[in-house]
């Protein structure tokens, strides 16, 4: 067979056929102009942006891959944090080093969890996202998939017969294109969120692996730009903050996993409302898209949570105020030097209630807020139970999951400090054959 007769053939696959039918969507012509679809998806209405997001979709035409392309989410964060970066000048790097040191002996003198075995790291807005990155996937592939599967699906179900072949050939087509929308949205939140995090455990998850601790100095100093307190307070508040974070996480191995595989395993319950996508889509008028647009950032295609998400997110929001919480009174007792300690607290504590607008719009892109709602409760218990039995005994709760506060001992913590003082009970062959893997992975084992 002659080759040109080949592609003759090729060209009359229903995915091309559809294929080309996008093309000249993107090519402007058609009845929705691509920045229409930019806006709509919640993208800045920005000329670069609009550019970037045709010529992501062109290449995802050409793609043979099958969802999300998260390097596109990394390059879109990247481009939008190095827009606002500033470096910090070399005396500010200093400053921040010598508050990091001094951080660091406070603690050893309220805390029995040990210090870091590797330096804080200082870092642009830029390397924040690069680090932070892979949290933020892992928290936003399962939604991901879920939009990618309704579409589809819609799609499908809508579709007039006569185009049933297009819709099924393209089905893969369609869900490039949409992972592509999904990446650009993750890439501007993360994007947004480089400008306000002020180190790498701010969102109060552990956004870096390894328990490492981390501050961006430039979001310090606009952090403390708004309050009448002294520069040198501030930096000085957030790296014991950060610190008594990476120290928590370290020294509780078992921490990080449990508390992201919660937060993926709730995020896999979510779904898409393929109802309303398909009045969205029904009713799409191409000179407005206006209500597409709301849609998309308010959230209203995921459904209200089920009775089962309810249950976990609950113990998600436990989890996150006895993290918090240990962190807040930790913080309070090695900072009893600083003359504004007090002040500063109650303005992190404010910031970490409301979050900030790129929080918001993560909140709103995954269905989850990452909040600790009953953050001075758990403070509270956590105080009640250093004055009835000590900082050891307190710290070395974290030492296993079972011995972790639930959430009715934030209620009332009197049973919880009686079962403290009654002492821990022995570990079995299973835990400390577990301790003794993490130790091996960690590096901690004694030498012989």
């Known amino acids: 067979m002659p080759e040109n007769s080949r592609d003759d053939d090729s060209s009359d696959r229903p995915e091309d056929e559809f294929r080309d039918m996008l093309r000249e969507f993107l090519a402007g012509n058609g009845e929705i102009d691509p920045a229409q679809l930019a806006g709509a998806a919640g993208l800045p209405d920005d000329p670069a942006v609009v550019a970037q997001l045709i010529a992501q979709l062109q290449n995802a035409l050409q793609s043979s891959g099958d969802g999300v392309n998260w390097g596109l989410a990394l390059e879109q964060a990247k481009a939008i944090a190095a827009r606002t970066s500033v470096p910090s000048l070399p005396a500010e790097r200093s400053q921040l080093e010598q508050s990091l040191h001094v951080a660091s002996l406070w603690l050893d003198e309220v805390t029995e969890?040990?210090?870091?075995t590797t330096e804080p790291r200082l870092m642009s807005r830029q390397e924040w996202v690069e680090a932070t990155m892979p949290v933020w996937t892992q928290l936003a592939e399962p939604v991901a998939t879920s939009i990618a599967n309704s579409l589809t699906n819609v799609l499908q179900e809508s579709a007039p017969e006569e185009m049933d072949d297009m819709i099924a050939g393209a089905s893969q087509v369609m869900r490039n294109v949409?992972?592509?929308?999904?990446?650009?949205?993750?890439?501007?939140?993360v994007g947004?969120?480089?400008s306000e995090a002020v180190s790498g455990g701010d969102i109060g998850i552990p956004l870096l692996e390894g328990a490492e601790a981390a501050v961006v100095p430039q979001n310090m100093l606009a952090f403390g730009a708004g309050l009448d307190i002294p520069v040198d307070q501030v930096q000085l508040y957030l790296s014991v903050r950060e610190l008594a974070h990476a120290r928590l996480f370290r020294h509780a191995r078992w921490l990080r996993l449990q508390l992201l595989t919660s937060i993926t395993e709730f995020a896999r319950g979510i779904h898409i409302d393929t109802e309303r996508l398909e009045r969205l889509a029904s009713d799409f008028d191409p000179a407005n898209p206006e209500e597409l647009r709301n849609a998309m950032s308010s959230g209203v295609l995921i459904p209200?949570?089920?009775?089962?998400?309810?249950?976990?997110?609950?113990?998600?929001?436990?989890?996150?105020a006895l993290i918090e919480g240990w962190v807040d009174l930790v913080t309070?007792?090695?900072?009893?030097?600083?003359?504004?300690?007090?002040?500063?607290?109650?303005t992190v504590r404010r910031r970490r209630a409301s979050g900030g607008p790129a929080e918001s719009a993560f909140a709103t892109l995954v269905g989850l807020e990452l909040?600790?709602?009953?953050?001075?409760e758990a403070t509270a218990m956590w105080q009640a139970v250093t004055d009835a039995v000590g900082m050891d005994a307190r710290d070395a709760l974290w030492s296993h999951p079972d011995l972790v506060p639930v959430a009715s001992d934030i209620d009332d913590p009197t049973a919880l400090i009686a079962r403290i003082t009654a002492?821990?009970?022995e570990p079995d062959e299973f835990d400390r054959a577990l301790e003794d893997l993490l130790d091996d992975e960690s590096g901690d084992r004694p030498t012989e």
């Open 113 to 116: 969890i040990g210090g870091l």
């Open 178 to 189: 949409g992972g592509t929308l999904f990446a650009m949205q993750l890439g501007q939140v």
């Open 192 to 194: 947004q969120l480089s």
């Open 304 to 320: 209200p949570k089920t009775d089962e998400q309810l249950a976990a997110l609950e113990r998600l929001e436990t989890t996150l």
């Open 332 to 346: 309070a007792e090695a900072t009893t030097r600083l003359p504004s300690s007090g002040a500063i607290a109650e």
């Open 371 to 376: 909040r600790p709602r009953r953050l001075r």
């Open 423 to 425: 002492g821990p009970p």
